[in-house]
Nanobody, 126 residues
């Protein structure tokens, strides 16, 4: 499975961006896809996740009400709509795939995910 993230950029505080993550591979299947982010000098943190079939979503408290995760199964693509961006949202954003439905849901730890994209940088200026 290969993941290609895109859509990052520079935006002013209060602005919006939409990230995309396209999955490819001969036979793509997933239980869930998620977004994580990593700011300079900080650990990678969970942002949002969505189950591939049911579309069940879960968000970190820090982004709840501002970010929306969605998917297009036909395109094997997951999106992250980010509104009301804040300078503290500045980070490299990574998409990830959790292949199997093992364990409880939601899964918010990076080791719970099996494949990772290369990341896309989001910079929010004040």
């Amino acid at each position: 499975v290969q993941l290609q993230a895109s859509g990052g950029g520079l935006v002013q505080a209060g602005g919006s961006l939409r990230l995309s993550c396209a999955a490819s591979g001969r036979t793509f299947s997933a239980f869930a896809m998620g977004w994580f982010r990593q700011a300079p000098g900080k650990e990678r943190e969970f942002v949002a996740a969505i189950t591939w079939n049911a579309g069940s979503t879960f968000y970190a408290e820090s982004v709840k009400g501002r970010f929306t995760i969605s998917k297009d199964n036909a395109k094997n693509t997951v999106y992250l709509q980010m509104n009301s961006l804040k300078p503290e949202d500045t980070a490299v954003y990574y998409c990830a795939v959790k292949r199997l439905a093992l364990g409880s849901w939601p899964r918010t730890r990076a080791p719970d995910y099996d494949y990772w994209g290369q990341g896309t940088l989001v910079t929010v200026s004040s």
